[in-house]
């Protein structure tokens, strides 16, 4: 399957549990088993060493400064320390979607409402940088070498590869409807995206 053409669908929770396992590196616990009963375990021990890789977003994500907190109602990204504590905040107005951190003290955020991706420079303040146009763009995801940076659209059901040294737009795929959060797997091989009504995962081959 390959990027600009295809990608396949995953259905079930056995199968979107593994692929997720497999995206992010961890274990798949598996709930009930083939005969409804508890299965107890999971498919495969998480890792107790920490994952390097990509980078996948969310509402929460770590950096060498703290926590950087996306308030997606508020419209607001909040950065808090080991404590709990605010530390810093930059008001962005409007609907959030995920932020992501390449972990040098660079973030994203989808500006939902903006139709819109932000840089942000998470030093002693965060600063608002450059931006480019993604129609309400809600996952995000960066690359093992941070160099490309994936954003779903919610209302183009699309998924946009950007390169993250000029903020250009380098591809972009069709998906089904609803695309949400997406990852991308520790080699850089594949990425993920899941749906808000779909009972299914969408791979996409990336190399």
Same mark, same amino acid.
């Given at each position: 399957m390959r990027r600009g053409n295809h990608y396949g669908y995953?259905?079930?929770y056995a199968s979107g549990c593994a692929l997720l396992a497999a995206a992010l590196g961890t274990g798949c616990y598996s709930g009930l088993g083939g005969d409804?009963?508890?299965?107890?375990?999971?498919?495969?021990?998480p890792s107790s060493a920490p994952r390097t890789g990509a980078h996948t977003g969310g509402t929460v994500v770590v950096t060498p400064r703290g926590l950087l907190v996306a308030e997606r109602h508020a419209?607001? @990204? !909040?950065?808090?320390d080991a404590q709990g504590n605010p530390t810093a905040r930059?008001? /962005?107005?409007?609907?959030?979607?995920?932020?992501v951190a390449d972990g040098r003290g660079r973030a994203f955020v989808a500006d939902r409402a903006?139709?819109?991706?932000?840089?942000?420079d998470d030093g002693e303040t965060l600063i608002e940088g450059r931006n480019v146009a @993604? !129609?309400?763009p809600f996952g995000l995801a960066l690359s093992p070498d941070g160099?490309? /940076?994936?954003?779903?659209?919610?209302?183009?059901?699309?998924?946009?590869?950007i390169g993250t040294d000029d903020l250009r737009e380098r591809w972009r795929i069709e998906l089904a409807a609803e695309p949400r959060g997406v990852a991308i797997s520790a080699d850089g091989g594949e990425a993920v995206v899941g749906f808000l009504s779909r009972?299914?995962?969408?791979?996409?081959d990336l190399d």
């Open positions: 995953a259905s079930g409804g009963s508890d299965a107890g375990a999971p498919a495969s021990p419209g607001v @990204v !909040v950065r808090a930059l008001e /962005l107005g409007g609907e959030l979607g995920e932020i903006g139709d819109r991706i932000v840089e942000l @993604v !129609v309400e160099g490309t /940076l994936l954003a779903t659209s919610v209302a183009e059901h699309a998924l946009v590869a009972g299914a995962l969408a791979i996409v």
